[in-house]
């Protein structure tokens, strides 16, 4: 998170979060309330921003993150100490303020702080100025811009958000809001997005960088170099796919169209997304051997996968130096294998120095030499860590091009994938055989969380088990209790079979899945399929309340009291700590306990 102090339109501070801030904590306007007299402690704390998103607004390293309680009043929020204090004065600046929460609110602004100008000594922390609230939606990064004036020779030495500015009255539980790049300037203007000035993962920092995050224009994910409409326009002369397929190492063969047999045109057009209708089955750490019928020769084929789920398709090459002719006519030139981690994983012929015609030296993605005119591509292997799920590949029929996009021209052979009636055909990899799914917590406080053999969830990544329930134990520290649990788990994209996304489920007390005798979640077979980061919400312990009359403190009132009273009585229960509950004991309410209080002990249980 950065906190961004800047007079005019030029920032003047823009560290990391992590170092551009004194303090934070949280505030309350109402005098009475429990996080000011101090018989709550407030839940605010810097963490890592496990909301990143490339195409999102907010792409910061760290974001502050604040429990909106509902014993706190309307205006109960995250409170931030500046390093330096800034001026406002009369004529006013606009203060903004990244927020995020799970629920439609209002959001208001309070500034903090002191008169320069005062003879006695006023503190740091009196209220100078508070905005208007700003309606904002759910689940969504919103860009707050609040127009404040204070007092001339005023100090803000502070700065609050609130999250929910409304009654909590009907607040039936807490929730967690996000707060980041709090600035103050004098624009009016809304950010649409906002980077870190600077890296907050430097190396041999705390935090490990984020995964990479998913492509941030979906209207490009798995994208052609040509639009994906495109009529392929060499049918008549016999350029077009019939079938893809992939063979086992023990010669099973699967096949799109899934007979099998020798199929006509497959389509009319150069692409064809098949993932609704072609899934082939492949175990990890397996060989295959990928296969396109062409419906003629002098074309080269080309296989991928989407290992890592993010919408495209790497190339990642090793590089080889060979020689060709003999004596003073020998040349030398470079050619390619495929690397272990590429996701184009294989090709039946290409050449670095092909340059139109009949020229260059021509290997397949093994390294043999292939000719120019094959479409025969070498198998390659599942990555035996590759972990279960959905993956797309894509089979190319196009001409010495590594591109998944198919061959643009910007080769300078005059060549292009619809020049030459090729094609592209997307599937999906149904992988087993690794069901491993990385448990683990970017965030938690207030308490701690292990699997059911007692180990910790925590940065480390637990092993759960692919779409098989998980048990997380709760362990709220002292003083607190569970409140809810969030889910942030990784899934396969509906709209796009292949992408990895992130979706978020939150789990309460009342849930079918909670345990109430263990204080344990058990996360549905859905949510594990490859990553799951959990985030416990853990409350201020209530102060139990027991019913007059309920001297054993079972919260019932039973002839076992009537028991537990006779002993006060006896004097059995005379040394402190109480074992009962002496206060309930006096039920007849004359300050004395005596047999009086039996009798009415009686009378409450027979409801009279």
Excluded at 276 to 281: G, L
Excluded at 383 to 392: A, F, I, K, N
Excluded at 507 to 512: A, W
Aim: hydrophobic share 30%; glycine share 8%; charged share 15%.
């Amino acid at each position: 998170m950065v906190i961004v102090v800047a007079l005019t339109s030029v920032h003047v501070a823009g560290q990391s979060f992590k170092d551009d801030y004194k303090s934070v904590g949280v505030y309350d306007t109402w005098e009475l309330s429990p996080f000011r007299t101090g018989v709550l402690a407030g839940n605010a704390q810097v963490i890592k921003n496990h909301l990143y998103s490339a195409s999102g607004v907010n792409r910061t390293g760290h974001i502050l993150g604040v429990q909106r309680s509902r014993f706190g009043s309307n205006t109960f929020g995250a409170r931030v100490d500046l390093n330096s204090p800034v001026t406002i004065g009369r004529s006013g600046k606009y203060v903004h303020a990244l927020v995020y929460t799970p629920q439609a609110s209002q959001v208001q602004l309070i500034g903090l702080g002191r008169r320069t100008t005062n003879t006695w000594n006023e503190g740091t922390d009196v209220e100078q100025f508070w905005s208007d609230p700003v309606t904002i939606s759910a689940n969504t990064w919103t860009d707050i811009v609040a127009k404040v004036q204070t007092n001339e020779n005023v100090e803000i030495h502070s700065i609050v958000v609130v999250p929910d500015c409304k009654s909590p009255h009907t607040l039936t539980s807490d929730f967690v809001a996000y707060i980041d790049e709090i600035v103050v300037n004098s624009s009016n203007s809304k950010r649409s997005s906002v980077t870190s000035t600077v890296d907050p993962y430097e190396e041999g920092g705390d935090d490990p960088e984020p995964d990479d995050p998913t492509p941030g224009d979906e209207s490009e994910y798995y994208k052609t170099n040509f639009v994906k409409t495109q009529a392929n326009t060499r049918v008549g002369d016999s350029h077009y796919i019939r079938k893809v397929s992939l063979k086992s190492g023990s010669n099973q063969t699967q096949y799109y169209p899934s007979n099998g047999a020798t199929a006509d045109l497959l389509s009319g057009l150069l692409y064809l997304d098949a993932t609704a209708s072609a899934v082939f089955d492949v175990t990890a750490g397996q060989s295959y051997t990928p296969a396109i019928d062409y419906a003629t020769d002098w074309m080269h084929a080309y296989a991928y996968v989407d290992y890592n789920r993010d919408g495209e398709f790497t190339n990642a090459l090793e590089e080889h130096t060979a020689t060709s002719g003999w004596g003073w006519n020998q040349t030398s030139y470079k050619y390619y294998t495929v690397a272990d981690v590429s996701e184009l994983v294989a090709y039946s012929a290409y050449a670095t120095n092909y340059t139109g015609g009949s020229t260059g030296n021509f290997y397949n993605s093994t390294g043999t030499s292939s000719g120019n005119n094959t479409m025969t591509m070498p198998s390659f292997t599942i990555p035996s860590d590759l972990q279960s799920g959905l993956y797309r590949m894509r089979f190319k029929v196009d001409w010495c091009s590594l591109d998944a996009g198919g061959n643009d021209g910007s080769d300078g052979t005059g060549n292009t994938i619809w020049g030459n009636g090729g094609g592209i055909v997307d599937v999906l990899l149904r992988v087993t055989g690794n069901d491993v799914v990385d448990v683990l917590s970017s965030s938690h406080r207030n308490g701690t969380m292990t699997d059911s053999e007692g180990n910790d969830i925590g940065s480390t990544p637990l092993e759960g088990t692919y779409q098989t329930p998980y048990e997380v134990m709760m362990l709220p520290a002292n003083g607190f209790v569970t409140e809810s649990l969030t889910v942030n788990y990784k899934v396969n994209s509906s709209e796009w079979p292949g992408v990895l996304t992130t979706a978020q489920a939150t789990y309460t007390l009342t849930d079918d899945n909670y345990d109430k005798s263990r204080d344990s979640f058990t996360l549905p077979a859905e949510v594990m399929y490859s990553e799951v980061n959990l985030e416990p919400m853990y409350n201020n312990a209530p102060t139990p309340t027991y019913p007059p009359g309920d001297i054993n403190w079972d919260q019932e009132v039973t002839i076992a009291d009537v028991t537990a009273l006779v002993s006060i009585i006896l004097g059995k229960d005379g040394v402190e700590p109480y074992q009962y509950n002496h206060v309930a004991a006096d039920v007849n309410g004359d300050g004395d306990i005596t047999i009086a209080d039996v009798t009415a002990l009686v009378n409450v249980i027979l409801g009279k």
